[in-house]
């Protein structure tokens, strides 16, 4: 069950599909995601959102990208039957690219422009300088999904992944699955909002979670190759990186990010317990 909003108006409608009636043939999307999470402060939403209205793309607003890409793909996959040319409005370019492939989501025709680094004029300068849009009055539809959890999982990035299975063992979830040395993210809504611990215990920074607050690697942020955490036994190039680093430094740094996990962690266990409890007095 969705909401449209078009033009202003409000309609109830059964089937994601119907949102892209609209759309025509090699039209140029914007796909904004108005980020449900809180990520970003209000106003630069409300900024971005109103300042790309001024071009003449059809703009589709989600209320939450982590979502749709598990919920909509309908969506997803009319824009690819009308060869759309897709911008994605949202966050980091290496969240939203792994996101969307994790999901099974592929469109043939994509970039992304991070709201996190870029307000409204920045991101329709780029627009219209570099992607060949056009000032104008953008055709506007908006979709709330009915997802009645939080969209927060984790994301692999597996161009860092070892499969080292760490996280695998570190999550008491049931999120990942870990066979024949391969990890899968398998159950993404059995995540516990709020708890990227096991993104913190990653040795590579390949886990990301597009909807932490923080920033930096764990929400998606490009990663140096002098980072904290990278694999240490990924190349002789990356060795030769980790022979110059501090090692008291990184092994001062990875404690810290394994006592702030393991905190998260308990913490996720405890609101699953109450949760659990408040159920079952509901019940008697």
């Known amino acids: 069950m969705y909401w449209l ?17 609209m759309v025509q043939k090699n039209d140029r999307v914007i796909l904004f995601c108005n980020c449900s999470a809180g990520m970003l402060p209000a106003e630069r939403l409300s900024d971005v959102k109103e300042k790309i209205k001024s071009t003449d793309a059809f703009v589709l607003t989600v209320s939450d990208l982590c979502a749709a890409s598990i919920t ?11 060869d759309s040319d897709v911008t994605l409005v949202a966050c980091y370019p ?3 690219e792994n996101l969307l492939k994790q999901n099974g989501v592929n469109l043939k025709q994509m970039r992304v422009l991070n709201m996190r680094e870029m307000d409204g004029a920045a991101i329709v300068k780029t627009l219209i ?4 849009f056009s000032e104008g009055t953008a055709t506007h539809e908006e979709v709330v999904s009915d997802l009645e959890v939080p969209g927060w999982y984790p994301v692999i990035d597996y161009s860092r992944c070892t499969h080292c299975g760490k996280c695998y063992k570190f999550c008491l979830f049931g999120v990942y699955s870990f066979s ?8 993404p809504l059995s995540c516990k909002n709020n708890c990227p611990a096991c993104g913190r215990n990653c040795p590579t920074n390949a886990i990301i979670f597009p909807r932490v607050k923080e920033g930096g690697y764990l929400a998606g942020a490009d990663v140096a190759d002098d980072a904290p955490g990278q ?3 990924s190349g002789q190039t990356l ?12 092994n001062i740094f990875r404690q810290g990010m394994l006592i702030i996990a393991m905190e998260e962690r308990e913490k ?17």
């Open 72 to 82: 909509d793909k309908d969506l997803f996959r009319k824009l690819n039957e009308n």
């Open 231 to 233: 694999n240490e036994s």
């Open 129 to 132: 300088k570099e992607h060949g």
């Open 180 to 187: 024949e040395k391969k990890l899968k993210v398998v159950s």
């Open 268 to 284: 996720a266990i405890k609101e699953m317990k109450n949760n659990l409890t408040g159920q079952h007095g509901t019940d008697n």
């Open 5 to 21: 909003c078009y033009h202003g108006k409000f309609a109830l409608i059964y089937a994601p599909i119907k949102l892209l009636l």
């Open 94 to 96: 290496r969240a939203v």
């Open 239 to 250: 060795l030769s990186t980790l022979q110059q680093r501090s090692a008291t430094r990184n």
